[in-house]
């Protein structure tokens, strides 16, 4: 990626990127705290 590309990605853009990208890792993130809390709760229950 080059410094002065031809199509120059306006803020809008930038923050949609950002806002997506921090949606993605959100949802791993609660993916993998959810499923500790389950695993967690099912085999202490047991």
């Known amino acids: 990626m080059t410094r002065n590309s ?3 990605r306006t803020p809008a ?3 949609a990127g950002n ?3 921090g949606l993605i890792l959100f ?3 609660a993916f ?3 499923s500790a809390v389950v695993k967690q709760v099912y085999f202490t229950a047991h």
């Open 19 to 21: 806002l997506r990208l």
């Open 6 to 8: 031809p199509k120059r």
């Open 32 to 34: 993998f705290f959810a």
């Open 13 to 15: 853009e930038i923050r």
């Open 27 to 29: 949802a791993v993130v």
